[in-house]
């Protein structure tokens, strides 16, 4: 079990840039801790807070209900 990566799961109503940094904290505590970077799954309830933010996601053809967001 120790090969798998830790997964950081979010529920959040609104994706905004204040939810981004706060995601990045979150993430490097879990570096911090296990060494690894996690693998984060966030479920947006609501909307993205600006058109700007969402652009940022690339959405996946064979499941258009993903997006992923790659540094």
Do not use: W
């Not at 990045?24 to 600006?50: D, G, Q």
């Amino acid at each position: 079990m120790h090969d798998l990566p830790p997964i950081l799961v979010e529920v959040q109503h609104q994706v905004d840039q204040r939810f981004m940094l706060r995601l990045i904290n979150y993430c490097a505590n879990v570096y911090e801790r296990y060494e690894v970077l996690p693998v984060v799954l966030v479920f947006v309830v609501e909307k993205f807070s600006n058109t700007i933010l969402k652009k940022s996601f690339i959405a996946k053809e064979s499941v258009p209900y993903i997006s992923g967001f790659h540094f």
